[in-house]
T-cell receptor, first 113, second 113 residues
């Protein structure tokens, strides 16, 4: 099963509202990353938070990390139509002796005008 | 634009055939990763190369193979294609190996008929 799992699977909100997506993972991590994917396009890196950090900001994005609960959240404030995309969390996992990124199934975010 | 290029953009082929997908990483990046994205399986890590050497394998089928050349571009070879191989194939690159920020290409959409 996936190392990281996002919740909810889909989210639909009105433009201007805040959107919160959550990610839970199973094993200890070195860092957690969030990516955005517009329909059929490549993933775009949004933010990386290290295991010793609790919160990180980038523009309208705020990411929190709770290693005791093995969870992270991505908050997008003042959403815009252009934020419509799928959002993935990615955590590092040991695969065949190497630390690799493992992606969750993603949250599909729709911003309604 | 991530700086990662992939060709071709679209590929339509028949079952049983063999295709080659190409990827050029960002300038200076030594690591190349290949991912498969399908509706039912999500984003699956296939294989990683670092500076010409295979570093890690994920859920890559035996019918699939890859290599990274001295100029650091990479090719993913898919043979004996089946209908279930229809998917988006992404290449990503990063400066180092490990669970760091990855830069994704636009993807190759493979349709097997």
């Amino acid at each position: 099963s996936q190392q990281g799992e996002e919740d909810p699977q889909a989210l639909s909100i009105q433009e201007g509202e805040n959107a919160t997506m959550n990610c839970s993972y199973k094993t200890s991590i070195n860092n957690l990353q969030w990516y955005r994917q517009n329909s059929g396009r490549g993933l775009v890196h949004l933010i990386l938070i290290r295991s010793n950090e609790r919160e990180k900001h980038s523009g309208r994005l705020r990411v929190t990390l709770d290693t005791s609960k093995k969870s992270s959240s991505l908050l997008i404030t003042a959403s815009r139509a252009a934020d419509t995309a799928s959002y993935f969390c990615a955590t590092d996992a040991l695969i065949q002796g190497a630390q690799k990124l493992v992606f969750g199934q993603g949250t599909r975010l729709t911003i309604n005008p | 634009d991530s700086g990662v290029t992939q060709t071709p953009k679209h590929l339509i082929t028949a079952t049983g055939q063999r295709v080659t997908l190409r990827c050029s990483p960002r300038s200076g990046d030594l690591s190349v990763y290949w991912y498969q994205q399908s509706l039912d399986q999500g984003l699956q890590f296939l294989i990683q190369y670092y500076n010409g050497e295979e570093r890690a394998k994920g859920n890559i089928l035996e019918r699939f193979s890859a290599q990274q050349f001295p100029d650091l571009h990479s090719e993913l070879n898919l043979s004996s294609l089946e209908l279930g191989d229809s998917a988006l194939y992404f290449c990503a690159s990063s400066p180092l190996w490990g669970p760091y920020e990855q830069y994704f290409g636009p993807g190759t959409r493979l349709t097997v008929t």
